[in-house]
């Protein structure tokens, strides 16, 4: 007699618009307008967009500009990333009262393993209903929802039904989900990729199902192995609620591009202000700086130095900068400049994490 498999009960929660919807949710003016959070009509990149100025086909990563181009009555607001933060502990804290396994990959995503939960609930789908009812009623803002097996599948699924729904995909059903699903909506598979699995005939998971492990190792080397488990429903990757951050940036940029090392170095001087903020508010310092330059063609390069010791000081930082900053002819005036330290004393502190396996 064949044993029942072991699966985990994985929900994936993902706020709808969520610098967006906080700034709608603050100023019922914007409520049921297209809103951009960051950029202008002049200059600048959006970072999120609302459900009504995405039916134009704004999104982020695209410019201020292109943004107007698209959608003429756009609103551009300022982006509030402290406020951002305060909505997303509000909405951490109610994941909580659900399970201790929550792993967050951004302000407003989250994985959550309530294959043993703080409510006794045996229905992921029930759990995640009542979280997003909660969100909603107590913090004014909608999420969706993918729940099923493994991060994978729950990751994909919670876009299906967005804004404001959810997805629930059952063990049985896993393949047949990922089968039907085009290439580009694996979770992982960028632009590039794509094209590439395009130009080899991959269009769907039906067609990544039929090439072998050599086949696909052969043309993407270490993924290839990546790609065959997960249209199979094979993704073993724990939620880690210790997740260890390895990079603290801070970054700005600029209405006007800057043609000068010395006007760069003032921008960098209150750059480096508010790394050393973040970095002292968390007890991080790090060994590696890295100096983020980009063009006024949207060309971008990065310059790195590591040293032999942590530092988290700004002057330390400053200087570190400032010698990278120097270590070649800017090719261009510049738009962007960031600062970032890596190769943290946080990757010191790694916690083990025990999780239980359950009938789903």
């Excluded at 990751?155 to 804004?163: G, H, R, T, Y």
């Excluded at 043309?219 to 199979?232: D, E, I, L, Q, W």
């Excluded at 429903?233 to 043609?259: M, P």
Aim: hydrophobic share 40%.
């Amino acid at each position: 007699m064949s044993e029942t498999p072991v699966y985990r009960k994985i929900i994936h929660i993902d706020m709808d618009a969520f610098y967006a919807s906080v700034e709608q949710m603050d100023n019922p003016a914007l409520l049921g307008k297209p809103v951009a959070v960051g950029g202008s009509e002049n200059r600048g990149v959006v970072s999120a967009a609302s459900y009504e100025a995405r039916k134009f086909g704004v999104r982020s990563a695209i410019s201020g500009v292109l943004a107007k181009k698209y959608c003429p009555e756009i609103i551009f607001v300022r982006p509030r990333f402290d406020r951002y933060k305060e909505i997303s502990s509000k909405i951490h804290a109610i994941f909580h009262d659900y399970t201790d396994l929550v792993e967050p990959l951004s302000l407003d995503e989250a994985y959550l393993d309530v294959t043993q939960n703080k409510k006794g609930n045996p229905s992921a789908s029930l759990l995640a209903q009542e979280i997003r009812l909660r969100i909603l009623n107590e913090v004014g803002i909608s999420a969706s929802a993918g729940i099923s097996i493994n991060k994978f599948v729950a990751k994909i699924a919670s876009d299906v039904n967005k804004p404001n729904g959810q997805k629930t995909v059952n063990p049985d059903e896993v393949e047949a989900f990922l089968e039907e699903l085009p290439i580009r909506k694996f979770y992982g598979v960028g632009k590039v990729t794509t094209e590439k699995m395009y130009q080899l005939g991959i269009f769907t998971g039906t067609d990544l199902k039929s090439k072998s492990v050599e086949f696909l190792e052969k043309h993407f080397g270490k993924s290839g192995a990546f790609y065959y488990n997960v249209v199979r429903g094979i993704h073993n990757s724990e939620v880690k609620s210790n997740r260890i951050t390895k990079s603290v940036a801070a970054e700005n940029t600029f209405d006007v591009n800057l043609t000068s090392e010395i006007f760069m170095l003032e921008q960098l001087d209150k750059i480096a202000t508010s790394l050393e903020r973040r970095l002292q508010r968390h007890k991080i310092s790090g060994k590696t700086v890295t100096l983020k330059i980009k063009y006024s063609d949207f060309t971008q390069q990065t310059r790195s130095k590591t040293l032999p010791y942590f530092i988290s000081d700004k002057s330390l930082i400053l200087e570190t900068v400032e010698e990278l900053l120097y270590q070649e002819k800017m090719k261009d005036s510049v738009r962007l400049l960031g600062i970032s330290l890596n190769n943290l004393n946080t990757e010191e502190k790694k916690a083990v994490v025990v999780q239980l396996k359950f009938t789903f």
